[in-house]
């Protein structure tokens, strides 16, 4: 995808592609059998919302392997008139919400996450929400506003993915507004809190499968990931909020050096 265009949000999808498989493979929870648009068109499914739009390079990925984008889609990422877009907005299949500008999606997670208990009172079947926040996003007052609210009206339906891997625009979030302990914060905040390796399938996947045993609080599973995580050269980048390398043949190769990566963890 970053190829075609020659620059892209590549390390942030790298980074969170195990989370996004844990959540759309194991979590979602759909049918094989349905077709995609169906499943996407099914208001009973569960829901996902990326707060942090400019992370849709890994969410188009993720749906692509379903089904609901092709390959040539994938190839116009970015540029002029496509839909598959690097900040996606709610028009685009599979997406939930424009996730940008920042700091918005939780809030509308849990406006999710309420209608899904109020339609059990109806006795129409409930459904749990996703979230994926980044650590940026804790910088701002409306997130801390939403834990807030999550935990007061004890959404144990929800489950907001908080991404630290350590970047934004303008340097790592330490050096521009510290947000850490998240996780002891969270935890005084009245949330069920796991800190995990967010590039370790195995490790989400008890986090989500925990999470799911907790009843009147709202799960978060805090993941520290690695920009760039299974591409060695981008994984080193000095700066890889946003690859643009001044040299387009830099991108040659990426896709080689993930498959012999791929093939070492099998």
């Known amino acids: 995808m970053v190829q075609a265009l020659g620059h892209g ?57 379903l089904g609901a984008y092709t390959d040539e889609e994938l190839a116009t990422y ?5 839909d598959v877009e690097q900040n996606a907005t709610e028009f685009a299949k599979g997406f939930e919400v424009t996730g940008g500008s920042l700091g918005q999606g939780l809030s509308q997670a849990i406006g999710m996450a309420l209608g899904a ?7 129409r079947k409930a459904y749990r929400v996703y979230a994926l926040v980044s650590d940026g996003e804790l910088q701002e007052g409306q997130v801390w506003e939403a834990i807030m609210s999550a935990a007061h009206y004890r959404l144990d339906n929800l489950v907001a993915i908080f991404d630290l891997n350590q970047i934004q625009a303008d340097g790592p979030p330490a050096t521009v507004m510290g947000i850490e302990p998240v996780h002891e914060k969270l935890r005084a905040f009245g949330w069920n ?3 995990v390796d967010g590039n370790d399938l195995a490790a989400l996947l008890a986090a989500f499968a925990e999470a799911r045993t907790v009843q009147g609080q709202p799960s978060a599973i805090v993941c520290d990931t690695l920009p760039g995580r299974g591409v060695p050269s981008i994984e080193q980048r000095e700066k890889v909020h946003y690859v643009r390398p001044r040299d387009p043949r830099e991108l040659d ?11 070492a963890w099998r």
């Open 9 to 65: 949000y590549l390390g942030q999808g790298l980074g969170v592609a195990d989370i996004l498989t844990a959540v759309y493979f194991h979590e979602l929870a759909r049918d094989e059998a349905q077709p995609i648009d169906a499943w996407l068109a099914d208001p009973d499914r569960g829901r996902f919302v990326l707060s942090v739009g400019h992370y849709a390079i890994a969410l188009f990925g993720v749906l692509a392997e």
């Open 78 to 82: 970015g540029q002029d008139g496509s």
């Open 117 to 123: 208990r109020l339609r059990t009172l109806e006795g």
């Open 193 to 195: 809190v796991s800190r």
């Open 253 to 263: 190769g990426l896709i080689e050096e993930l498959e012999t990566e791929a093939a």
